[in-house]
C-alpha cells in the first residue's frame, strides 16, 4: 500500500507519500479499504511536535472505508461494511487497521468524504456543549471561527439545543456560512470584540466562551464571558496560550477555564458509543449539515495541512484515496 509519512518533525514539507507494508487486523480488529480521510487540527501539532510524536510515522487518525478483513473474534462487522472512525491511528493510508469497538456503521445516505471528516469535529462538539460545560436552553455562546469544521458544528448543534450563538470569522465568505449554520451574530476579530459581545448581551457576557483559537483570541474570550461563566479551550489554531495566572479568574468574575481534549470525553466505550450514535443520527436526520470545504488527492496530504494551517479553510478536509 502507498501511505503519508511524517519523516520528521516540521512544517507540511516532512510529509512524504510512501510505500508501507500492508497492516494486518489483530484479534478485535478490523482491515478497512479507505475511502478518505479527515484533515484535523491535531494533525499538524502532532507533525510539528507540538503534541508528543515519534517520527518516522502515518498520521491521522479519522477516516472512512470498507472492511476489507476482519480479525480474529470480530462478530458485529462484516466485510464491505461501511465504517468511519476518529481515533485510530495511521489514517493517511489506503489501508487501515481500526479497532471493531470503535468503527462506526454508517449509512448509505452519508457520503464516504462526510463520512470520514464528521466524527473528530463532530463528536468534539458534542462534548463541548455536554460534557467540557454545560449550557441550558436560553444561555448564550461565542464560537470562535465560527465558519471552522467545528465551529459550523458547534453552532448547529448549539442551536438546536436552543442556545443563542454568537461566532468570530475572518471573511464576508465565513460570516454566510456561519449566519447559514444558525449564528444570531456574527462578528470579525479585532481589539474591542469583547465589547462587542458584552454589547449584544446587555454588558452581562456569554455563558460560555469555545476557544479552539487559543493565543490570538483567549484575552477576549475571558472578558466577553460572564460572571460565573466558563471560557472552554479546546484548541491552539492560532498558538499556545502563554502561562496564565489562576489568580486572574477571580477579578474577571470568578470564571472557570478548561482545557479538555476529545480523547478523554470518548474513552470509555459506553460514552464513546452514544455520542456517536447521536451525533451520526443528526447528520442523517438533517440536524447538522457537515460542510466538506475541500477535497484533495491522499497524496497531497502536505497541500492539505498548508490550507488549514492558514485558517483560510471552510469546514472540514478530506484526503480522498
Known amino acids: 500500500m502507498h501511505a503519508i509519512v511524517v519523516t520528521e518533525h516540521g512544517g507540511p514539507d516532512v510529509l512524504e507519500w510512501r510505500e508501507q507494508p500492508d497492516p494486518r487486523p489483530g484479534p478485535g480488529q478490523v482491515l478497512v479499504d479507505l475511502r478518505a480521510a479527515g484533515v484535523n487540527f491535531i494533525d499538524t501539532y502532532l507533525r510539528r511536535g507540538l503534541y508528543p510524536s515519534n517520527p518516522p510515522y502515518i498520521p491521522g487518525s479519522e477516516g472512512a472505508g470498507t472492511v476489507a478483513a476482519l480479525g480474529d473474534g470480530v462478530t458485529e462487522l462484516a466485510v464491505g461494511d461501511r465504517v468511519a472512525w476518529c481515533d485510530s491511528p495511521a489514517s493517511y493510508a489506503e489501508l487501515v487497521v481500526v479497532d471493531a469497538a470503535r468503527a462506526v456503521r454508517i449509512p448509505d445516505s452519508i457520503s464516504d468524504d462526510v463520512a470520514a471528516t464528521m466524527l473528530v469535529q463532530g463528536l468534539t462538539a458534542?462534548?463541548?456543549?455536554?460534557?467540557?460545560?454545560?449550557?441550558?436552553?436560553?444561555?448564550?455562546?461565542?464560537?470562535?471561527?465560527?465558519?471552522?469544521?467545528?465551529?459550523?458544528?458547534?453552532?448547529?448543534?448549539?442551536?438546536?439545543?436552543?442556545?443563542?450563538?454568537?461566532?468570530?470569522?475572518?471573511?464576508?465568505?465565513?460570516?454566510?456560512?456561519?449566519?447559514?449554520?444558525?449564528?444570531?451574530?456574527?462578528?470579525?476579530?479585532?481589539?474591542?470584540?469583547?465589547?462587542?459581545?458584552?454589547?449584544?448581551?446587555?454588558?452581562?457576557?456569554?455563558?460560555?466562551?469555545?476557544?479552539?483559537?487559543?493565543?490570538?483570541?483567549?484575552?477576549?474570550?475571558?472578558?466577553?464571558?460572564?460572571?460565573?461563566?466558563?471560557?472552554?479551550?479546546?484548541?491552539?489554531?492560532?498558538?499556545?496560550?502563554?502561562?496564565?495566572?489562576?489568580?486572574?479568574?477571580?477579578?474577571?468574575?470568578?470564571?472557570?477555564?478548561?482545557?479538555?481534549?476529545?480523547?478523554?470525553?470518548?474513552?470509555?466505550?459506553?460514552?464513546?458509543d452514544e455520542r456517536a450514535k447521536r451525533f451520526v443520527a443528526a447528520v442523517a436526520d438533517g440536524t447538522v449539515t457537515i460542510r466538506v470545504g475541500a477535497r484533495l488527492p491522499l497524496r497531497d496530504a502536505a497541500d492539505a495541512h498548508r490550507a488549514l494551517e492558514s485558517r483560510g479553510t471552510t469546514g472540514s478536509i478530506a484526503l480522498i484515496a
Open 126 to 272: 458534542d462534548y463541548l456543549l455536554d460534557g467540557a460545560a454545560h449550557p441550558r436552553r436560553g444561555d448564550t455562546v461565542l464560537v470562535h471561527a465560527g465558519a471552522g469544521g467545528v465551529g459550523l458544528i458547534l453552532t448547529q448543534l448549539a442551536v438546536a439545543a436552543g442556545l443563542t450563538v454568537i461566532t468570530t470569522v475572518s471573511s464576508d465568505e465565513k460570516a454566510a456560512l456561519s449566519r447559514e449554520a444558525g449564528a444570531a451574530h456574527v462578528l470579525r476579530y479585532g481589539p474591542d470584540l469583547a465589547a462587542r459581545v458584552r454589547d449584544l448581551t446587555d454588558g452581562r457576557g456569554v455563558d460560555v466562551a469555545y476557544d479552539g483559537v487559543g493565543a490570538d483570541t483567549f484575552e477576549a474570550s475571558l472578558a466577553a464571558t460572564a460572571i460565573r461563566g466558563t471560557v472552554v479551550l479546546f484548541g491552539a489554531a492560532s498558538g499556545p496560550v502563554p502561562p496564565f495566572d489562576l489568580q486572574r479568574l477571580n477579578a474577571a468574575g470568578s470564571l472557570s477555564v478548561t482545557r479538555p481534549t476529545l480523547a478523554h470525553f470518548i474513552a470509555d466505550q459506553a460514552e464513546f
